[in-house]
């Protein structure tokens, strides 16, 4: 997405789980902040990173087993079943695997060994409950987009008592807003020097998904279905508003497949998406201020 036009003027940028952050204030953060947003990421990365041989994820992989359950366990996991239920099975936790023989592994190997579909009853492999969670067979979970956006809500959370005023918290164009308004420009995802409309957000959060990022080799990106294990073709992009961005994010993925506009109504979720031919749809009463074309389709 295009950079916000924010009144917030204080921006702090850093790296970190693969993407780059941007963190407005319309005060500068000090370094006692800036310390607990570090520590809530790098907590956050050392349960739910696949890409971190010394992650609770990849130790599960390696050895199934029950353990206390972390603190996003359920409150994620319960979102996926959602999603999964919905998409008939295409989003699923358990497609970390998948993403590896595709090549987008820890090594970034970028290399294809074929399709690997997740493990479509999913639910029976992976357990838990406010306490514990159990996985009972070899698999890596990836928390993916949706573990994205619990990540901006905690920062946020982290942020929000400590800093008056506007805050937006933008890892990588998935974004979290207290106050505004903040317009957003909805980058064109095959040509990243245009958007295809505008949107204007309060108090709220706008994740997108697009295929060409994390992309490689033919056709290869990093939205799967879980069923085949390979990626869609059908969107190139999507965009959610929603109160928080581990909802916006959820959907922004769901909208990849059939039944992701009806999780989107039923959740009460704002959406844009773009097919790979060209085709702008979005949800009744959608804020969004798009350039409108001949190929724009209200659905």
């Not at 970034?108 to 514990?132: F, H, I, K, M, N």
């Not at 990836?142 to 937006?168: C, E, N, Q, T, Y």
Request: charged share 20%; proline share 5%.
């Amino acid at each position: 997405m295009s950079a916000p036009e924010s009144p917030a003027h204080a921006t702090w940028c850093f790296d970190a789980i693969g993407t780059s952050w941007e963190i407005e204030t319309t005060e500068a953060l000090g370094p006692g902040i800036r310390a607990r947003v570090t520590e809530c990421i790098a907590q956050f990365d050392r349960v739910w990173s696949r890409f971190r041989e010394d992650s609770l994820v990849t130790s599960l992989a390696r050895d199934p087993r029950e353990v206390g359950a972390p603190a996003d366990a359920a409150e994620m996991l319960d979102a996926f079943v959602a999603l999964s239920a919905a998409t008939a099975g295409a989003v699923n936790p358990l497609v970390g695997r998948s993403l590896e023989s595709l090549g987008y592994d820890a090594a970034y190997s970028l290399v294809d060994r074929g399709a690997a579909p997740a493990p479509l009853e999913w639910v029976d492999q992976l357990t838990w409950t406010g306490e514990r969670m159990r996985l009972t067979a070899p698999a890596l979970i990836d928390v993916g987009a949706l573990g994205k956006g619990r990540l901006v809500d905690l920062v946020l959370a982290v942020l929000s008592p400590a800093v008056p005023g506007d805050i937006v918290v933008d890892a990588g164009g998935d974004m979290a807003l207290r106050g505004g308004p903040v317009r957003i420009g909805l980058e064109h995802p095959y040509d990243a020097r245009r958007a295809i409309g505008v949107w204007e957000v309060t108090d709220a959060a706008l994740c997108a998904s697009a295929t060409n990022r994390r992309a490689w080799g033919d056709g290869l990106h990093h939205v799967l279905d879980a069923r085949t294990g390979r990626p869609v073709t059908t969107y190139a992009a999507t965009w959610a508003v929603a109160a928080t961005a581990m909802r916006a994010d959820a959907i922004a993925t769901a909208l990849f497949f059939d039944g992701g506009v009806e999780l989107a109504h039923g959740w009460g979720v704002e959406w844009v998406r773009m097919t790979t031919d060209g085709r702008v749809e979005w949800s009744p009463g959608c804020a969004a201020d798009l350039f409108t074309g001949p190929d724009i389709v209200d659905v």
